[in-house]
């Protein structure tokens, strides 16, 4: 069976500096997976690796396989500009271009097939009605972005996303500048996409990880140390670490 993600004993350095350790995982096609884990211990970069995001970072080094959709994405003569279509990345600050709704949703498919031009109304709308915003945007479409609430932009900035048809979304902290109703609507979202897409999503909230994830990894000074079926882990946890981070960060 092909995973829709399969890490195999990765490296990962900046300058030398290791960052992540042999870490392994496999991620299932149509999941939802939360990463949690203390600030600077690598949920960033893990995602950043997965979609060839730091390659221009200088001294930035992978060694070990990183497997998308079953090819070694670091493998010689890898598309890169394919692979940023397959692999979706979301931020936690949502980034708009000063230009006007529709101008943000069809950006990257204006870069990637400008043939279709004559298509992009019916893409954003679709786009845009995937990522649960059609509604409130559809009378203002030419009105610019940057006015819509911040909540509304993350929204935006899925769509965006979506709307070149990736098959993996990496949600880093998604939710963590928006309001807690924003927020919600993004969990919302994320349940919802599970059905055409399979999901990373780090948080440092793990209420969320447990509503939104059907596995968690919990990583630790660049090391996975637990991952599995997110109820199990957030009852069960084994190892002694992941129980220290739970009872902590639930008390904080
Ligand atoms: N571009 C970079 N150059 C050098 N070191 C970096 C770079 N980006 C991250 N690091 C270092 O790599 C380590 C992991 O950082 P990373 O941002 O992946 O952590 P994180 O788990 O996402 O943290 P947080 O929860 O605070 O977002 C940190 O020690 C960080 O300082
Ligand atoms: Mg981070």
């Given amino acids: ?3 829709a993600i399969e890490i195999v004993n990765a490296r990962v350095a900046y300058n030398g500096k290791p960052v992540l350790d042999a870490f392994s995982t496999r991620i299932r ?4 997976v939360a990463v949690i884990g203390p600030s600077g211990t690598g949920k960033s970069t893990l995602l950043r690796t997965l979609s060839r995001m730091n390659d221009r970072v200088p001294g930035f080094r992978v060694a070990g396989t990183v497997r998308i959709g079953g090819e070694d994405i670091y493998a010689k003569g890898v ?3 394919r692979l940023r279509r397959k692999v979706g990345m979301i931020f936690q600050t949502p980034c708009m271009f000063p230009k006007s709704i529709f101008e943000n949703v069809i950006f990257g498919l204006k870069h990637q097939d400008p043939g279709r031009r004559k298509e992009f109304p019916d893409l954003a709308e679709k786009a845009l009605r995937r990522a649960s915003l059609w509604n409130e945007v559809k009378d ?3 009105k610019p972005a940057p006015n819509l609430s911040l909540g509304q932009q993350q929204r935006l900035a899925i769509a965006r996303t979506l709307a070149v048809e990736p098959d993996i979304l990496l949600l880093d ?3 963590s ?3 807690p109703q924003s927020a919600l609507a993004i969990e919302a979202l994320i349940l919802a996409l599970k059905k055409d897409h399979t999901l990373l999503v780090v948080t440092h909230q793990l209420a969320q990880a447990r509503r939104v994830s059907d596995e968690t990894i ?3 000074a660049g090391r996975l140390v637990e991952a599995g079926p997110t109820e199990t882990m957030f009852s069960h946890p084994v190892h002694p670490a992941t129980r220290a981070y739970l009872e902590g960060a639930r008390d904080a």
């Fill in 177 to 179: 500048s928006l309001d």
């Fill in 1 to 3: 069976m092909t995973h």
């Fill in 140 to 142: 203002r479409m030419h």
């Fill in 29 to 32: 096609e149509h999941s939802v």
């Fill in 79 to 81: 598309d890169v500009c």
């Fill in 218 to 220: 919990f990583m630790e």
């Fill in 173 to 175: 902290e998604p939710t």
